[in-house]
Structure formats: C-alpha cells, structure tokens
C-alpha cells in the first residue's frame, strides 16, 4: 500500500508562482511513475505532468513553458513548480503515484489564481 500526501496549494495572484509538494511512503518501488493531475469545478481530471523514477517527464499542454515537474527519488517526492499562473490554473491539483499496475492518489491540494 503506498500514501500519498499534497501540500503547497493556496491563493496567488496571477502571473505569481507555486510549488506543489508530493510525498508517498510505504510500499514505495523503484520502478514508479509520479504525476499531477488537476480537476476545475465543472471539468474532467486532466493531465498536468508526470516523472518516471528516471526522470523523464512529460507536460500538458495548456502549462508546457510554465510548469516543472522535478523528483527526488530519495525522498519519495515530487514537485510542481508552478510560474506565471493565470486564473483558469485555479483547480484541486492531485498526486497520484503508480507503481506494479497500481494507481495511488492524494486527496488535493486547492490552486486559486485570482486578484
């Protein structure tokens, strides 16, 4: 069983930054892959990025240029710096962590961009 726990969400201005935080813990396998997910009020669940435990990374496009997503495999984190955020940037960003076929998630961390 892997836990996966988000932080760093909160209020900004647009054009401001964030960074995401994501820590799982347990059963944590060296072959994994970690991603951030976003759902807006009213919206599907999209993609924002992902990170193989190799570091390979892939973006949505509606934030290629504006976000990077890093790991630290040691510390079983992943983070999402997030610059020059606009107003439709404002959704609950999810972790979800998937390793041996299994898909493991966090409860959200809320992003509002508004002035």
């Known amino acids: 069983q892997v836990q996966v726990v988000e932080s760093g969400g909160g209020l900004v201005q647009p054009g401001g930054s964030l960074r995401l935080s994501c820590v799982a813990s347990?059963?944590?396998?060296?072959?994994?892959?970690a991603g951030w997910y976003r759902q807006a009020p009213g919206k599907q669940r999209e993609l924002v990025a992902t990170?193989?435990?190799?570091?390979?990374?892939n973006y949505g496009d509606s934030v290629k240029g504006r976000y990077t997503i890093s790991g630290d495999n040691a510390k079983n984190t992943v983070y999402l710096q997030m610059n020059s955020l606009k107003p439709e940037d404002t959704a609950v960003y999810f972790c979800?962590?998937?390793?041996?076929?299994?898909?493991?998630w966090g409860q959200g961390t809320q992003v509002t961009v508004s002035s």
């Open positions: 979800c962590w998937s390793q041996w076929g299994e898909n493991y």
């Open positions: 990170i193989t435990y190799g570091g390979i990374t």
């Open positions: 347990g059963s944590i396998s060296s072959i994994n892959t």
